[in-house]
């Protein structure tokens, strides 16, 4: 199938963009990447009346430290993140779940800022962001507001976005220097949209965990902070019963739904099996030679 016909429009920079979304409202689709859109508008599950294509507007492609954030711009190619100095030695959790965000061909297209509108609950980026704690900056013709990723993914592929409003930077404080980080993900094949995946970063103090942060893809509408689990880890001494019974609240925490690729039941055992592999891994990094092997 092809597209249904629409207004389509390439505008050079953000704030041309903005002025054609303020002139549209709800009649307009952003097209970042494409990865998501393009199928959904070729199988006629989406027929917006007006296409605004950023991949002109340069101003919002960057990598860049400011403020103790690094700061990257919404049109920022995956493949740009993957192979980024800066995001290796300030955000490693990043780096590392680039890795899993499908193929070459899809990281060399897909944007960040595209994967996090769209929010598909099986994206590794969302989960990232929501792990590391991220801000995301949204702006209007009137201006921007901020919106931390907890207020940001707000169910099924939907984000607190409005009409005639544009995602244009993703805000991340690098975690402590003494921290540990891991994803963990099982697809069916790699570059496969996860089943379930988890980010972990925890920090340590001595034999305790000052913070820890999971969240998971996958096994929920949208990316979801695994606030119990987190709690657990904090609570007390980090021993290999801690580690298990994170895991174990982290399963009773998702409600995962059940489709063509794996049962409700087998999505909240893959989520407590890949939490305990996240956090075994995560504080091997840190420095806990008493963290269990997965």
Known sequence: ????????????????????????????RILAGGQSLVPLLNFRLSAPA???????????????????SLRIGAMTRQRAIEFSALVRSRLPLLAEATRWVGHLPTRTRGTIGG?????????EYPAVVAALDGEIAIRNSGGERVVRAADFFVG????ALRPGEMLTEVRLTPPPPDSGWAFEEFSRRRGDFAIVGIAAVVA???????????????????????RG????????????????????RAAELVDPPSDLHASSD????????????????ALARACRPEAVDA
């Open 229 to 248: 689990a987190e709690e657990i880890l904090e609570a007390g001494r980090i021993e290999e019963r801690s580690v298990h019974n994170a895991a174990t």
């Open 266 to 281: 087998y999505r909240r055992h893959l989520t407590r099996v890949l939490t305990r592999r996240a956090l075994n891994r």
């Open 204 to 226: 340590m103090e001595r034999n305790r965990c000052r913070m820890a942060r999971l969240a998971v893809c996958g096994a929920a509408p949208c990316a979801m902070r695994l």
């Open 115 to 123: 994967s996090l509108a769209h929010s598909d609950p099986a994206a």
């Open 156 to 159: 099924f592929m939907s984000t």
């Open 50 to 68: 007006v296409i605004v294509d950023l991949n002109r507007t340069a101003d919002l492609a960057y990598i860049k430290e400011e403020g103790g």
């Open 1 to 28: 199938m092809k597209p249904a016909p629409f207004e389509y429009h390439a505008p050079s920079s953000a704030s041309h963009a903005l002025e054609l979304l303020a002139r549209h409202g709800a009649d307009a």
